[in-house]
């Protein structure tokens, strides 16, 4: 293992240029992964001690003793969301099992995004009558559309990535990685596919109680290549968190504040809060408040966007003696529609 390790670190280093690179490419896997981290304005780097690490980080699935709820066997999460007044569904269905003898485990994700029923019509000029032939409809101009809509059919358009994770406990921290299979499934039948790699890194009681974590995401850049022949790149980027708990032993309680930064070279300029030439940076701020390890509040800023959340955990629940858990996260966006996101918490 540590000489995979020690290849996967080397290969991050041949890395291409920064001039292949498109902006947003494969941004649908940037929407995250379960409601208790986007409830905290997603600053899970450091954290990462839930099912949800193999997106947030995939080191921190290394070690089950650190994960909520402590898992002895498996652990999953199902978090479905309705963006943009359900204009788009999004879906994220994770798990992740220990392997025996070894501070160590593996995890398969599943994320997708869908927009259903797309009309489609193909342009042709007598689409618009009376037109003046600049191909725009001016009702002003007393142009007209020459067509029916219901006369041409529906489609879809769907995003999907799949994540093998794995990750293992070293003298120096824990390390891990997830490597994505991403297709597109676009309208007029245009597909993609692509493959990817993230490589995690999470140093637990750096001083104190300090978490520290590291995600290092499209290491190698990620090409999607797509059935028109056109191919976008994913440039590398780096996300780096801390976390800090405070123990309120008065109250049986704990208060975890955490921190993240996603560092970038793609030009995003005024899209970033903060940004110098191609480079920029975005911040993610959050806390959680947990009450007697069973009822969870939670707040944030991602990217100065207010979120808050709630949620609770039952461990040894039922005949069967399953954990099971039940997040909400509320993401308020100063110009779309505010986002809700429910998850569910499984494991034993």
Known sequence: MRLLIIVLCAAALLIPSASQGEKYAGEFMALGGGARAMGMGGAFTAMANDVTATFWNPAGIADFPYLIAKPKDWQMSLMHSERFGDLIDYNFVTAIFPISGRNAGWGLTMMHMGIQDIRVIPWNSNLIG????????EPREDEYL????????????????LFLSYAETM????VGASMKFIRNDQITDVTSFGIGLDLGFIK???????????KLQDATGTYITWSTGEREFIYPALKVGVAYPFELTGVNSKLVIAADGDFRYENRQSVS??????????FHFGAELVIRDVVFLRGGLDMDRPTAGAGFLLEEFGPWGVTIGLDYALLIHDVFDTTHRISLLLGQ
Do not use: C, T
């Open 130 to 137: 009376n037109s003046d032939g600049d191909g725009i409809f």
């Open 146 to 161: 020459n067509f029916n809509h219901s006369d041409y059919p529906f489609e879809n358009v769907n995003d999907y990535a």
């Open 171 to 174: 003298s120096f921290g824990s």
């Open 204 to 214: 637990r009681d750096l001083w104190k109680d300090l978490l520290l974590g590291a």
């Open 273 to 282: 809060q903060f940004w110098v030439g191609r480079s920029s940076v975005d």
